[in-house]
C-alpha cells in the first residue's frame, strides 16, 4: 500500500467550503480503482486544521489520481482559502489494518 498525510490549515471563515470541496474530492477518488480510503479529520484543539489521509494500492494508483479531474480542481479551488502551503507526507505501508 501507499499512503499520503496532508495537513492543510484553512481560513477559519473558509472552514465549511473547504470541508465541501475535500468531500467532493473525497467521494470521487473513492471511486477510483486505487484507493482504497480517504479520510478527512478535523484537528480537536485547532479546528481549522485538517488532515487527509489516503491509501492507494500502489504509487502508481497515487499518480494517477494527482492527474484527475477532481484532484487538480481541489487544489486549485482550495489554495486560496489555505493560510499556508499544504504539508505532504508519502509513505509505503509496513503494517496495515482493515
Keep these: 500500500m501507499y499512503t499520503l498525510?496532508?495537513?492543510?490549515?484553512?481560513?477559519?471563515n473558509k472552514i465549511e467550503?473547504?470541508?465541501?470541496?475535500t468531500l467532493e474530492c473525497?467521494?470521487?477518488t473513492r471511486r477510483e480503482n486505487g484507493n482504497v480510503r480517504y479520510?478527512?479529520?478535523?484537528?480537536?484543539?485547532?479546528?481549522?486544521?485538517?488532515?487527509i489521509y489516503e491509501?492507494?494500492?500502489?504509487?502508481?494508483?497515487f499518480l494517477?489520481?494527482?492527474?484527475?479531474?477532481?484532484?487538480i480542481k481541489w487544489k486549485t479551488e482550495i489554495e486560496s482559502i489555505m493560510t499556508k502551503s499544504r504539508e505532504r507526507v508519502r509513505c509505503h505501508s509496513i503494517y496495515f489494518s482493515d
Design 39 to 51: 479520510d478527512i479529520l478535523q484537528n480537536e484543539d485547532d479546528t481549522s486544521c485538517f488532515v
Design 17 to 21: 467550503i473547504f470541508l465541501q470541496k
Design 55 to 61: 491509501v492507494y494500492r500502489t504509487k502508481e494508483d
Design 26 to 28: 473525497a467521494l470521487a
Design 5 to 12: 498525510t496532508v495537513t492543510a490549515h484553512v481560513l477559519e
Design 64 to 71: 494517477h489520481h494527482r492527474k484527475t479531474p477532481h484532484s
